[in-house]
């Protein structure tokens, strides 16, 4: 069984930044990819970003990039967002999924970007 805890979201004015954290733990031999999607009230879940193959390889939304930026560590099988410039419409639960043997997904963590 494989577990994905999600932390640092929060709320944020525009313009302002937030750092997510994916710790991924259980039974993990290779993970092929890591990645962030989001989910919006009344929107469908998108992918925001994802890293692959050593670190690299990276895709981002083209709503986020420039902006955004994933990371991972390998020893201790954490992936990263890094928010920056954020705007009212990154505004969602950020979710971590990690493909090994098979997908899974954290719990999800609120984002908020608002004056």
């Known amino acids: 069984q494989v577990q994905l805890v999600e932390s640092g979201g929060g709320s944020v004015q525009p313009g302002g930044s937030l750092r997510l954290s994916c710790a991924a733990s259980?039974?993990?031999?290779?993970?092929?990819?890591m990645s962030w999607y989001r989910q919006a009230p009344g929107k469908e879940r998108e992918l925001v970003a994802t890293i692959t193959g050593g670190s690299s390889s990276r895709n981002y939304a083209d709503s986020v990039k420039g902006r955004f930026t994933i990371s991972r560590e390998y020893g201790k099988n954490l992936v990263y967002l890094q928010m920056n410039s954020l705007k009212p419409e990154d505004t969602a639960v950020y979710y971590c999924?990690?493909?090994?043997?098979?997908?899974?997904w954290g719990q999800g963590t609120q984002v908020t970007v608002s004056s």
């Open positions: 259980g039974r993990i031999n290779r993970i092929t990819a």
């Open positions: 999924r990690i493909y090994v043997d098979k997908e899974y």
